[in-house]
């Protein structure tokens, strides 16, 4: 008498796990994708440059040390130069990124 109940109960239980399951997958079908790719720092440059905005500028942490500091400095500024084709704004906007992590800020900012 137990075992026909026992094989019913397994029925059930296999029947709301397929259940649960199928709408499992359709949920995560449903999902929108993620990117693959990294995505970017989202957003212009604020009125006074941050030792936050200046390390996302260089591509360095905030806590980097002078030599990194000015590495990356060098790094940026040859693929961003003026005479290289690249616009002065994103220029001054390095030279000004260099001067905060190195802790020389002036208080009017980029040239801009």
Known sequence: MATPFLAGL???AAALAGR???QAWQTFKARP???KMRKFYEGGFQPTMTKREAALILGIRENATPDKVKEAHRRV????HPDAGGSHYL???INEAKDVMLG???SS???F
């Open 20 to 22: 649960y399951g199928i």
């Open 109 to 111: 900012g980029s040239a």
């Open 77 to 80: 500024m040859v693929a961003n």
């Open 10 to 12: 397994a029925v059930a």
């Open 91 to 93: 220029a001054s906007k």
């Open 33 to 35: 994708p993620k990117p």
């Open 104 to 106: 020389k800020t002036k």
